[in-house]
């Protein structure tokens, strides 16, 4: 038996409780689920994150397959105070991707768990494990003639929905903020205990994935973005596939429009007139996904110029600001909201609309129309070309869906960006009453210079916007102290009292969020 | 687990075409890949055939070049693990890149 491992241990572990926990490992998961060598634990390490790899390298992989494996390695890690950083399917990408939080950390893969476990065609809920993917479940929606359409984020055809909802993440259609639309949790306890939400704790109940509250404290929320818990299956809604889908674009040319086409689409967002997680995009997300490199158009390092970037857009025919929705229903349904979205827009007096006539199957339109009807793929990965190297932060500051609002932000980000020789590569994904405004930190990882740069430009950008009462609503491992921070003491120490009482022995991803007992909270 | 005995159960495990001589090692029948050929239109081919990734067939890469890289990831390019595609599917999935031909629409 092998015991030549990548010389990493958790933390506070002595070499041969290490070695000791391993062999425990083995014997509940068999040789094969527990990865120690260096190559095996290579595929772990690949980070977007500017720090070194050094410091999210894992001690080992473990990959369980069942509830009990997960209840053993729990058990196992309690007793020898191993911390264990839990992955679902791992493409997290942008904000720690598959690797731990923490140096020394055994990961928890439970990709292996992908069973789709029940999809209800008349009621339209799902209930999956952690390692279903997106495209998994678009297959076998297909494959089965189940006429109910998926919401997701943009990695869709390899990420899935436990971990994007379990990190809050959001997607494109009307169902787009999945928490929202999350309906019954399973969750290994750190003392092993099989906890489910809501209806879930019932002998002989039916309504898990129907009813979200159950009775008493209502506490799924708990468990997002957090150290809690480890979520072994997850609850969903589907929307029903509707007989009619009409996805459009707003053209809109200068950056300057931001205000006035937030002022535009909050009234039609808010009534639900538009019923999808509206996108307004910038020129440069644009350019990226439909394939434009910046090499294209120039080598000199340091932010793109301005005269550059009207190059690109009048090059690829693109808008400053790109407003993506899509409506759904009968014939009749969208042609009703398509009559009113296309008098606010005569209102408005600026835009051009385009619909998937006359986009023709062209890029970005076309992936776009997939994410809000619900078809994966993976066209967005286009942002990794914009500058290359593998290097990408996600900034995303919740703000109002007020024009004033999202012009200020924008501003901001855009001038600490520049100054720090990046770009901005963003876009305001709509929901009900705020904003989700991602920016793609991308840089260059295989250059030091500019890795560096990131990662102080990723700093002033937390900071300035904290100075002006923004804050981030998720962010990579690199910063989750840091983002902790913005939301004051008090929250911390809730956090921290929780987590003393659910796990004292500190073994579920330490770190998570900012919630670590090592802290002095 | 009785509310979850409905009419759609278990539609994972598909197909359990990697079967190995022995029980030992890899569980290939804990696969969820059918083909080479399956894991290049579902993963591989959101990229490689849309320009987001460069071309990959045609090329007579070496399959041994092609599984470094799916497992170390290259730049832009994710990294894959062993239970996202164990090391059976993943090399029929090099073989299947390494002698397709170019997509039809390239040179």
Known sequence: ??????????????????????????????????????????????????????????????????????????????????????????????????????????????????????????????????????????????????????????????????????????????????????????????????????????????????????????????????????????????????????????????????????????????????????????????????????????????????????????????????????????????????????????????GTLITEKEAGGTEPFDYRAKLMTGVPNLQEFGLYNWRGGGGSMWFAPVSQARGSECDKQYALAKDILNKHGLDYVGEFIVGWRDMHHVIDVLYDRTNDEERARAEACFNELLDEFEKRGYAVYRVNTQFQDRVAQSYGTTKRRVEHAIKRALDPNNILAPGKSGIDLENDF | MKALKRQFMRPVMLGAALILGSGQALAADDSQWESGEQIYAKVCGHCHEAGVGPTIKGRSLPPSYITAIVRHGFRAMPAFRASFIDDQALQSVAEYISTSPAPQNEE
């Open chain 1, 1 to 350: 038996m092998s015991q030549q491992t990548n010389a990493v241990l958790p933390q506070g572990v002595t070499a041969s409780d290490f070695a000791a926990a391993v062999n425990k490992f083995r014997a509940l998961l068999g040789e094969e689920n527990v990865l120690i060598k260096g190559d095996q634990l290579t595929p772990y390490t690949k980070i977007m994150m500017p720090r070194d790899v050094a410091e999210n390298t894992p001690s080992a992989a473990v990959t369980a397959t069942t509830v009990e494996q997960v209840q053993g390695v729990v058990k196992i890690c309690n007793e020898y105070k191993i911390p264990v950083w839990t992955i679902s399917t791992g493409n997290n990408f942008g904000y720690g991707s598959a690797a731990p939080g923490q140096r020394g950390q055994v990961i928890l893969d439970l990709k292996k768990m992908n069973k789709i476990i029940n999809i209800d065609p008349d009621l339209c809920t799902a209930l999956v494990e952690p390692g279903v993917t997106y495209q998994q479940l678009y297959d076998y929606l297909e494959e089965n003639n189940i006429p109910l359409m998926l919401s997701f984020s943009a990695p869709s055809a390899i990420a899935g929905p436990v971990g994007n909802t379990m990190d809050r993440g959001v997607g494109y259609t009307p169902y787009g903020e999945h928490f929202l639309m999350q309906c019954g949790m399973e969750m290994v306890m750190a003392n092993g205990d099989v906890y489910r939400t809501g209806m879930g704790g019932v002998e002989g109940d039916n309504a898990w994935q129907v009813f979200k509250w159950g009775y008493g404290p209502t506490l799924d929320g708990m468990f997002t973005q957090a150290n809690y818990g480890i979520c072994t299956k997850m609850g969903f809604w589907l929307m029903p596939k509707p007989p009619v889908s009409k996805p459009f674009e707003i053209r809109f040319e200068n950056d300057t429009d931001i205000a006035e086409i937030v002022e535009f689409i909050r009234p039609l967002r808010i009534a639900q007139v538009i019923p999808n997680a509206v996108v307004i995009a910038g020129l440069l997300w644009e350019a990226a996904t439909c394939n434009t490199r910046r090499a294209e158009y120039t080598s000199e390092p340091g932010a793109t110029p301005e005269h550059i970037l009207k190059q690109i857009q009048k090059d690829k025919k693109l808008g400053a600001w790109n407003l993506y929705a899509c409506l759904y229903g009968t014939q009749e349904q969208v042609e009703v909201n398509w009559n009113i979205v296309q008098g606010a827009l005569k209102q408005l007096g600026k």
